[in-house]
């Protein structure tokens, strides 16, 4: 996450500089229901939505950064930790 610079955006508790203020904190991401106010926080969805948030919800602000599928996985296990 470090390497994809999403804490440019989001801060995200353990990963080196991420402070972002422009979207919303990614602390405590596991105890959320939605993602985005509107997809279900499951897995799968999460995935989903770090490869292509367009994909999912038309009006997203989040870009699609080029995170492959491999990464998008370990990304969204680690987000699930953060309660
Ligand atoms: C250019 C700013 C920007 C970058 C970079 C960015 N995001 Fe986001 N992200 C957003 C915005 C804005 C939202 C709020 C939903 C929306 O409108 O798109 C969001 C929403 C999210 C959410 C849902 C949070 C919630 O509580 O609903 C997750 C998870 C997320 N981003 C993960 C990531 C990850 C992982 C990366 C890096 C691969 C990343 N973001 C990079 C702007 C960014």
Not at 11 to 30: H, K, Q, T, W
Not at 42 to 71: C, F, G, K, Y
């Amino acid at each position: 996450m470090s390497q994809y610079q999403c804490g440019s955006c989001h801060a995200i508790p353990g990963v080196a500089d991420a402070r972002g203020v422009s979207a919303v904190s990614l602390e405590g991401f596991a105890r959320r229901s939605y993602i985005g106010g509107r997809l279900p926080n499951r897995p799968s969805t999460l995935e989903a939505w770090i490869i292509d948030p367009h994909a999912q919800i038309a009006a997203a602000n989040m870009p699609a950064l080029a995170v492959s599928p491999e990464q998008a996985r370990d990304m969204a296990a680690y987000l699930r930790t953060l309660k």
